[in-house]
């Protein structure tokens, strides 16, 4: 069974490879976005034991699955049943291009307009991705890979895909 985690700081190409990896090997897909947040004018977070149900329905359902995030909380979560890990551990200048760059996800945003309404705002967040100590930090994803016994890549440019 194929039970894959891919992370690392807003822009670094996570949803890119997911979707990759998902259509060649016919994995079902996980954002953690679509479980992490409560749907709310304002962004706020959801509760991480309802985050927690709506993953494990999601384990439940699937064999062979590939979840992606930035959530170091959620992810802990994930990991007793990855088989695999991937820390897209790119360079700060190199996420902020990508993000820039980004396609529109219909799936978070309801028009390229809104997505790019707060691309001043993600670019300011993905720039102190190094400074951080919070759930979605360099450091708190470092530790997750240090820590992950199973089989784990890094990442640092998107030509290592």
Not at 2 to 18: C, D, E, V
Not at 144 to 161: E, L, R
């Amino acid at each position: 069974m194929t039970k894959i985690i891919i992370f690392g700081n807003s822009g670094s190409g996570k949803s890119t490879l997911a979707k990759q990896l998902a259509s060649k090997g016919g994995l079902s897909h996980l954002d953690l976005d679509t479980v992490a947040w409560n749907s709310s004018p304002q962004p706020e977070r959801m509760p991480l034991a309802q985050s927690n149900t709506l993953i494990t329905q999601f384990l439940n359902a699937n064999d062979n699955w590939i979840v992606e995030g930035c959530y170091s909380d959620l992810i802990e979560m994930i990991i007793p049943y990855a088989s695999e890990m991937i820390f897209l551990n790119l360079p700060v200048p190199n996420c902020i291009k990508n993000a820039k760059n980004r396609p529109w996800e219909a799936h978070k945003y309801e028009s390229k307009a809104a997505q790019d309404a707060n691309l001043d705002m993600l670019i300011d967040w993905i720039s102190q991705y190094d400074l951080r100590t919070d759930t979605f930090s360099k450091v708190a994803h470092q530790s997750i890979y240090d820590k992950f016994t199973g089989k784990k890549t890094m990442h640092v440019t998107n030509q290592d895909n």
